[in-house]
């Protein structure tokens, strides 16, 4: 009996799938993660010698004395014993060399001086220039002598100090020869473009005012008036214009001479100069040496003084002699 041969059949195992590989990416990351630790902690480690050595080679290389790292004691002894001053020593100690500093130094200031003496020279003509026009159109009026013309330190001023123009006792509107002598100064003032101070000014009778509260509120409301006559007639602009109440802190001339409350209680157009405080300050000086004819180096004025028309000079309360005159009437008012 034949027999068939027994075929041997080949089947291929399939192949499973590994389930696991995972752990090999995850084995990976944690050897990442523990070499970063550990150079992560190797670089806090700093190794302080090896530091210093690399700080000084650093600091010799770039030509430094002393380390700016490094601490060091405090540039004064004692700490808070005082504030560091600086060296006010001369330069040079050479005579010669100091002298010649000495010499520049004096010569800038010589040449200052002279700079604002000729700038106050040209101020005081040009404000004479005006005088004399502001005198003419009164004159031309018939009021000439109503008006008082000086110099001090700020500038032109013009004093109504005439009986027809002061203010009746105790009042602040202006007579009619009063209005004329202030149209005819406001004519002559509108055509410059000098700014234009009123002062208002009362005399030093110890009377209290019978429509003010103080010899100030009178002075302030006088000096009111002559600007806003000035402004609204002559039609001078604001901007130019100010005002300034003395009350009877700033006489003409001495309280105690005689019929002199009538000059006192004024009000005075001040002119005020172009140049600045030190030059003008020099102008009254330069009116005296004009009018007297002397060549004496000009000084500056202090508040208060003036040169005046006639070569008087006027500082706070002046020691005057007052001749007879119709600006001095007889009688005290306010």
Do not use: C
């Not at 530091?51 to 490094?70: V, Y």
């Not at 007639?233 to 130019?240: E, F, I, S």
């Not at 157009?269 to 102008?283: F, R």
């Amino acid at each position: 009996m034949s027999t068939r041969p027994r075929s041997r059949l080949h089947e291929e195992e399939e192949e499973h799938v590994n389930h696991e590989r995972w752990l090999v990416t995850y084995a990976d990351m944690v050897t990442l993660l523990m070499v970063l630790f550990i150079v992560m902690f190797s670089i806090s480690q700093v190794d302080q010698r090896k530091f210093q050595e690399l700080r000084d080679g650093l600091a010799a290389g770039f030509g430094a004395q002393d380390s700016i790292l490094e601490g060091a004691n405090s540039l004064q002894p004692e700490m808070g014993a005082r504030p560091v001053s600086p060296d006010l020593q001369p330069i040079s100690a050479d005579p010669a060399a100091r002298a010649r500093v000495q010499r520049a130094v004096e010569e800038s200031r010589r040449l200052e001086r002279d700079r604002r003496a000729a700038d106050a020279r040209r101020e005081l003509a040009r404000l004479e220039a005006l005088r004399e026009r502001l005198m003419t159109a009164l004159e031309e009026a018939g009021l000439r002598g109503d008006v008082r013309a000086s110099y001090d330190e700020r500038g032109l001023v013009l004093s109504l100090v005439s009986r027809h123009v002061v203010f009746e006792n105790d009042l602040a509107v202006l007579t009619a020869r009063g209005i004329s002598v202030v149209d005819q100064l406001g004519a002559v003032l509108a055509a410059v473009p000098d700014p234009v101070q009123v002062d208002g000014h009362t005399n030093q009778v110890p009377v209290k005012p019978r429509y003010y509260d103080t010899d100030w509120d009178l002075s302030a409301a006088r000096a009111l008036t002559v600007l806003g006559r000035l402004q609204g007639v002559a039609g001078l602009p604001p901007r130019r214009l100010s005002l300034a109440a003395y009350g009877h802190t700033r006489p003409m001339v001495d309280p105690s001479l005689p019929r002199s409350q009538r000059v006192n209680k004024r009000v005075d157009v001040v002119v005020l100069a172009s140049t600045d405080h030190e030059t003008s300050a020099l102008i009254p000086g330069l009116a005296r040496e004009r009018r007297s004819g002397t060549s004496e180096a000009p000084g500056p004025s202090g508040p208060g003084a003036a040169a005046t028309g006639d070569g008087a000079t006027a500082a706070g309360a002046p020691q005057l002699s007052l001749p007879p005159s119709p600006l001095l009437p007889p009688g005290p008012d306010s």
